[in-house]
């Protein structure tokens, strides 16, 4: 099956500053991945996914980049707010796919 | 629209009691999911419905553990007897038209201690 890591578990940054969370997946027929925002004792929310047949999609100050062949794909979070401070789950599922397998979460602080 | 349902938010129970946790999801959505979610782990997806039916219970425990959706709405998930390794967030998410790579939408969960 599907084996999403994801990296770094916990991550600091300066308000203001971007931040970046990597996801490497195992399945080469993945070609769905949607990034997930936890709240501390809240509900995941989807904030952003892409799809395998484009290489990169930005909504506002959030991206997501892939590269099919190194199999990876990135979070990008641009001029970090207090309110995104959260656990961010990256996730990958194939083309008849329902099961997401999710990676193991990043803790995002962002410092005032 | 309303979000996905779930109850009890919170659950403290003595090992080998039964449990069990309801959810009713988005208005309109046939794919109902049940997810479970250690500390500090992604969700890991037990039981997948398409209306009524169970289309992939590949990962629920049947040992322990059961789940209906009789009338393709609702759905309940029970432990019995719990045990400590069941300490855990119980999600459950819903999808629109049961096609695959749709947005799953979550609940708020069940957090489920075991005593």
């Known amino acids: 099956g599907e084996n999403v890591e994801q990296h770094p578990s916990t991550l600091s940054v300066q308000e203001g500053d971007s931040a970046v969370i990597k996801c490497t997946y195992s399945?080469?027929?993945?070609?769905?991945f949607p990034w997930y925002k936890q709240e501390l004792g809240k509900r995941p929310q989807l904030i952003i996914d892409?799809?395998?047949?484009?290489g990169e999609k930005k909504d506002q100050r959030i991206a997501v980049t892939l590269n099919k062949t190194a199999k990876h794909f990135s979070l990008h979070i641009t001029e970090t707010q207090p309110e995104d401070s959260a656990v961010y789950f990256c996730a990958a599922s194939g083309a008849n796919d329902y099961k997401l397998s999710f990676g193991a979460g990043t803790t995002v602080t962002v410092r005032a | 629209e309303a979000g996905v349902v779930q109850s009890p938010r919170y659950k403290i129970i003595e090992k080998k009691q039964p449990v069990a946790f309801w959810c009713n999801p988005i208005s309109g959505h046939n794919t109902l999911y049940w997810y479970r979610q250690n500390l500090g782990q992604g969700p890991e997806l037990l039981i997948r419905y398409e209306n009524e039916e169970a289309v992939d219970d590949s990962q629920l425990p049947k040992d322990r553990f059961s789940a209906e959706r009789l009338k393709g709405v609702d759905s309940t998930l029970k432990i019995q007897p719990a045990e400590l390794g069941d300490s855990a967030v119980y999600l459950c998410a819903s999808s629109p038209a049961g096609r695959a790579q749709e947005t799953q939408y979550f609940g708020p969960g069940t957090r489920l201690l075991v005593l």
């Open positions: 399945d080469s027929a993945s070609n769905y």
């Open positions: 892409i799809r395998s047949n484009v």
